[in-house]
């Protein structure tokens, strides 16, 4: 069972700077989600907050709630949010990190993660695919 978590402004997805994030909702992403959940044999359950506090229940709750995995895109408190990371690092369901866009490739500050280390693994700029590839992996390596 997997959690996918979209972070700040997320919700923005298909009208916030559609060159950069595609034109494609966030409602849109969380279908394609549950239908690749479906291929793979597992449930998906797709959560967005603004909200730091909340992002953090979520993570801290999901080994109780039966997740077996999470793919998270922190959005922009991937680049300061040390609360965001000690979440992820103090439980014990693996995380995949997430970003639509190629985030190296942009402004110098969206260049370091400080939630990246305590992840399996990120994946970066391949859009919608990018949750499919982390789906996959975490589905293979724990069973999704």
Not at 28 to 57: A, D, K, M, Y
Not at 101 to 122: I, L, M, P, Q, Y
Request: negative net charge; hydrophobic residues 40%.
């Amino acid at each position: 069972m997997l959690l996918i978590l979209n972070g700040p402004n997320l919700n923005r997805l298909g009208k916030r700077e559609p060159g950069v994030y595609g034109t494609l909702t966030l409602e849109e992403l969380e279908r394609q989600c549950e239908l690749w959940g479906s291929e793979l044999g597992t449930t998906v359950t797709c959560r967005q907050s603004n909200f730091e506090g909340q992002l953090l229940e979520w993570i801290q709750d999901a080994e109780e709630h039966g997740f077996t995995g999470i793919v998270i895109n922190p959005g922009a408190l991937t680049h300061y949010s040390y609360a965001l990371r000690d979440a992820i690092a103090g439980q014990n369901v693996p995380v995949v990190e997430v970003h639509l866009s190629n985030v190296d490739a942009r402004e110098a500050f969206r260049h370091h993660s400080v939630t990246a280390a305590v992840c399996k693994g990120k994946i970066s700029g391949l859009g919608f695919a990018g949750y499919r590839f982390a789906m996959d992996y975490l589905v293979e390596e724990v069973g999704g």
